[in-house]
């Protein structure tokens, strides 16, 4: 069980440009969640996914998309990279039960620099 | 809104000594979970334990343990016999009933002096 996984570990990205972070998770859940943490901050949800299919905004959403295809891969796109989008992103994924109220799980992070 | 605070950005103690880390939330619902999640140097996030907000029992797992009171909005972390391995930032966060996601408090910086 490989829990949550995030793909790239670390990127550098110029000004303008576009990437999509990975998430994958194994253990079946449906609830999946993207976070960004900034330095000496909290992290601050992005947008999440309740299911297949089926996704919505949070705190954070502008400048970025997702998309659910699948119940194991919750990818996060960003597009036009800005300045401001440097950051650590976290993926993180809960079981159906209680949903958000359920324990998250989080992967490892990708550190994204936007120079 | 919901709304977490950890007042305390640094500590550092001594091995061996005792530690409270203090979280404050703020949440208009009757139903909420509070969480404690360790960020060590490596940068992952570890899970440390989920309480809801019906349960104010005191929790201790070895060498944790976790205040939980209703009265004042808090939800405070004590570590005994703290450990270098036990430096790290530690998060605390919220979830309402309604909401989609977790608030997190800004951490608190422990730094454990061997």
Same mark, same amino acid.
């Given at each position: 069980?490989?829990?949550?996984?995030?793909?790239?570990?670390?990127?550098? !990205?110029?000004?303008?440009?576009?990437?999509?972070?990975?998430?994958?998770?194994?253990? =079946?859940? =449906? /609830?999946?969640?993207? %976070?960004?943490?900034?330095?000496?901050?909290? !992290?601050?949800?992005?947008? %999440?996914?309740?299911?297949?299919?089926?996704? &919505?905004?949070?705190?954070?959403?502008?400048? %970025?998309?997702?998309?659910?295809?699948? +119940?194991? &891969?919750?990818? !996060?796109?960003?597009?036009?990279?800005?300045?401001?989008?440097?950051?650590?992103? @976290?993926?993180?994924?809960?079981?159906? #039960?209680?949903?958000?109220?359920?324990?998250? %799980?989080?992967?490892?992070?990708?550190?994204?620099?936007?120079? | #809104?919901?709304?977490? +605070?950890?007042?305390?950005?640094?500590?550092?103690?001594? $091995?061996?000594? *005792?530690?409270?880390? &203090?979280?404050?939330? $703020?949440?208009?619902?009757?139903?909420? /979970? !509070?969480?404690?999640?360790?960020?060590?140097?490596?940068?992952?996030?570890?899970?440390?334990?989920?309480?809801?907000?019906? &349960?104010?029992?005191?929790?201790?797992?070895?060498?944790?343990?976790? =205040? @939980?009171?209703?009265?004042?909005?808090?939800?405070?972390?004590?570590?005994? #016999?703290?450990?270098?391995?036990?430096?790290?930032?530690?998060?605390?966060?919220?979830?309402?009933?309604?909401? *989609?996601?977790? +608030? @997190?408090?800004?951490?608190?910086?422990?730094?454990?002096?061997?």
């Amino acid at each position: 069980n490989a829990g949550v996984t995030q793909t790239p570990k670390f990127r550098i !990205l110029k000004i303008g440009q576009s990437m999509t972070l990975q998430c994958t998770q194994d253990m =079946n859940h =449906n /609830y999946m969640y993207w %976070y960004r943490q900034d330095p000496g901050m909290g !992290l601050k949800l992005i947008y %999440y996914s309740v299911g297949a299919g089926i996704t &919505d905004k949070g705190e954070v959403p502008n400048g %970025y998309n997702v998309s659910r295809s699948t +119940t194991e &891969d919750f990818p !996060l796109r960003l597009e036009l990279a800005a300045p401001s989008q440097t950051s650590v992103y @976290f993926c993180a994924s809960s079981p159906i #039960a209680g949903g958000p109220l359920e324990t998250q %799980y989080f992967g490892p992070g990708t550190r994204l620099l936007v120079l | #809104a919901q709304k977490v +605070t950890q007042a305390q950005t640094e500590i550092s103690v001594v $091995e061996k000594e *005792d530690v409270t880390l &203090d979280c404050v939330y $703020e949440t208009r619902d009757t139903t909420y /979970y !509070l969480f404690w999640y360790k960020q060590p140097p490596s940068g992952e996030l570890v899970f440390l334990i989920r309480r809801n907000s019906f &349960d104010e029992q005191n929790e201790i797992s070895g060498r944790y343990s976790w =205040n @939980f009171q209703k009265s004042t909005s808090s939800f405070n972390f004590t570590i005994t #016999a703290s450990q270098v391995v036990d430096s790290a930032v530690y998060f605390c966060a919220l979830v309402e009933g309604g909401a *989609d996601g977790l +608030t @997190f408090g800004k951490g608190t910086h422990l730094i454990i002096q061997p």
